[in-house]
């Protein structure tokens, strides 16, 4: 039988690119939470800010549902790619008042429960969902789908 040989060299070797490849994977790990970290922000300030051009843009409308569509069109548009769905109800009643989006994306969510008014609330898939005041007794939400920061992650993972 052969022996096998424990130079101090081939372990030195050893140790080394195993040290290396675990510190290159501990800094990729928290890079990867920073980045998730910073993406979920990015969408949390993106869904405050579509809130607040919908309801500047509302504020000096009629205040109809045709209104509503029509700057839920022009917001989308604006965002062209990234995939928003709105909903308004009234507060008292909880009756759907307007949507405008696809249906597939609106099926995601329901009237908002009483007491979660304004907070971000992440859904399956990623997706992000937040509501505000639109008006007096007019509760509107918005849904944002997080492929774009979904399809960036992926790349980084795999680079």
Same mark, same amino acid.
């Given at each position: 039988?052969?022996?096998?040989?424990? #130079? $101090?060299?081939?372990?030195?070797?050893?140790? @080394?690119?195993?040290?290396?490849?675990? &510190?290159?994977?501990?800094? +990729? *790990?928290?890079?990867?939470?920073?980045?998730?970290?910073?993406?979920?922000?990015?969408?949390?300030?993106?869904?405050?800010?579509?809130?607040?051009?919908?309801?500047?843009?509302? #504020? $000096?409308?009629?205040?109809?549902?045709?209104? @509503?569509?029509?700057?839920?069109?022009? &917001?989308?548009?604006?965002? +062209? *790619?990234?995939?928003?769905?709105?909903?308004?109800?009234?507060?008292?009643?909880?009756?759907?008042?307007?949507?405008?989006g696809s249906p597939e994306m609106?099926?995601?969510?329901?009237?908002?429960?009483?007491?979660?008014?304004?907070?971000?609330?992440?859904?399956?898939?990623?997706?992000?969902?937040?509501?505000?005041?639109?008006?007096?007794?007019?509760?509107?939400?918005?849904?944002?789908?997080?492929?774009?920061?979904?399809?960036?992650?992926r790349r980084y993972w795999v680079?």
């Amino acid at each position: 039988m052969k022996e096998k040989s424990w #130079s $101090v060299a081939k372990r030195m070797q050893r140790w @080394f690119a195993l040290v290396s490849a675990g &510190l290159v994977l501990v800094v +990729a *790990g928290i890079s990867a939470l920073h980045l998730r970290d910073s993406l979920r922000r990015e969408l949390a300030a993106f869904a405050e800010e579509e809130l607040e051009e919908m309801a500047v843009h509302f #504020s $000096v409308s009629d205040g109809t549902t045709s209104d @509503f569509e029509r700057i839920a069109g022009e &917001l989308e548009t604006r965002h +062209a *790619g990234a995939g928003l769905a709105w909903k308004v109800w009234r507060t008292g009643s909880g009756e759907l008042w307007g949507e405008y989006g696809s249906p597939e994306m609106l099926a995601l969510v329901s009237p908002p429960p009483q007491g979660r008014l304004g907070r971000l609330t992440e859904l399956d898939g990623g997706f992000v969902w937040k509501t505000r005041e639109l008006a007096p007794g007019v509760v509107v939400g918005v849904l944002i789908d997080p492929f774009v920061q979904v399809a960036f992650m992926r790349r980084y993972w795999v680079s």
